[in-house]
């Protein structure tokens, strides 16, 4: 099992910035499938973000054209720049990783442990 490891999470005011970073442990990571998930009390966890073999990089409509994904694979690791951050924002965040694309989202893929990200009025 690939092992995956967050960082950046923290308190920020309305219309900040953070910062995430998640580092992979698996030697194929540039073939890995990449994503952002967010959890908020009481709810459900939804997509955010996710970056798959072919370069291309899908948002959710709620972050778009605030939230920036990004990958390094020679770090074996994938940021979330998030700009202009609002108190719905507010979730722990976790990234997920699979060799298949398709499978991002799903429970058997690779988890990180999740960051705190919360975002004061």
């Known amino acids: 099992q690939v092992q995956l490891v967050e960082s950046g999470g923290g308190l920020v005011q309305a219309g900040g910035s953070l910062r995430l970073s998640c580092q992979a442990s698996?030697?194929?990571?540039?073939?890995?499938?990449m994503a952002w998930f967010r959890q908020a009390p009481g709810k459900d966890r939804e997509f955010v973000a996710r970056s798959i073999f072919s370069g291309q990089i899908d948002y959710a409509d709620s972050v778009k054209g605030r939230f920036t994904m990004s990958r390094d694979n020679a770090k074996k690791t994938v940021y979330l720049q998030m700009n202009s951050l609002k108190p719905e924002d507010t979730a722990v965040y976790y990234c997920?990783?699979?060799?298949?694309?398709?499978?991002?989202?799903?429970?058997?893929?690779?988890w990180g442990q999740g960051t705190q990200v919360t975002v004061s009025s």
């Open positions: 698996t030697r194929t990571f540039s073939t890995y499938a």
């Open positions: 997920n990783g699979n060799a298949n694309w398709k499978l991002l989202g799903r429970d058997g893929g690779s």
